[in-house]
């Protein structure tokens, strides 16, 4: 499935910056979900709810670590946002950033500013939603989006991390650019790169 294939393939360089400030265990463990989901996806579904429901509950028993539990709830969430569902919206796009990003946040307890995933997800969720308000197609919509959340993996870069493994590295943290934020990134572009 194609929101997978990038995440593997950019197995390594998730893991080098793992290295970085973690546990070198990222790019290792989306990859292995990843994999796992991929064998286990309805084929035949064009129901999109079905196959976001299915890779969340992989991420989630699959995948140690903060990301797989966190990423399996973004998932979760989406799946809800979009049962039945067979095509999305600009306004459905909307619909799911907001109960994505109020899953990771309830579970995570992080807000933005700490060094998360959350600091490529909720700028571009901003940057979509500003592109969707002033009219814009999806397209442009998801463009604006990525630029956001490349911009926001750049930011990532000079701040502190306060939340999970990489917080206890303290100052030590600035400098690297966040290994979630990152994987983030990669998933957003490969959801504008599907739907071109
Ligand atoms: N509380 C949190 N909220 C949101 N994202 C988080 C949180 N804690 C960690 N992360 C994200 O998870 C990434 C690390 O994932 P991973 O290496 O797979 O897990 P672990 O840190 O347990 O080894 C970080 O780069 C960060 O983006
Ligand atoms: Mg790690």
Redesign the pocket.
């Known amino acids: 499935m194609w929101f997978c294939d990038s995440i593997i393939a950019n197995k390594e360089f998730l893991t080098e910056l793992?290295r970085e400030i973690?546990?070198a265990?990222?790019g290792i463990?989306?990859a292995r979900g990843y994999t796992e989901a991929l064998g286990q996806l309805p084929q035949d579904s064009d129901d999109i709810g079905a196959v976001l429901k299915k890779t969340g509950m992989v991420l989630i028993s699959k995948?140690?670590?903060?990301?797989?539990p966190?990423y399996g709830t973004a998932y979760m969430k989406a799946a809800k946002a979009t049962a039945g569902k067979t095509t999305l919206t600009v306004q459905d796009g909307k619909e799911i950033f907001e109960v994505v990003i109020g899953g990771?946040k309830q579970?995570?307890?992080?807000e933005r500013g700490?060094?998360?995933?959350?600091d490529a997800i909720i700028p571009a969720y901003e940057a979509y939603c500003a592109a969707a308000d002033a009219g814009k197609s999806l397209d442009e919509c998801l463009e604006a989006m990525c630029e956001a959340a490349k911009e926001g993996v750049e930011f990532t870069k000079t701040i502190r991390a306060t939340?999970?493994?990489?917080s206890y590295l303290g100052d030590r943290s600035i400098g690297h650019q966040?290994?979630?934020?990152t994987s983030s990134l990669l998933t957003m572009e490969a959801i504008r790169d599907f739907c071109k």
């Not at 995948?63 to 797989?68: K, L």
């Open positions: 793992d973690g546990d265990d990222h463990n989306m995948v140690g670590g903060a990301s797989g966190l990771i579970r995570g307890k992080a700490e060094k998360t995933m959350l939340k999970g493994r990489a966040d290994p979630g934020a």
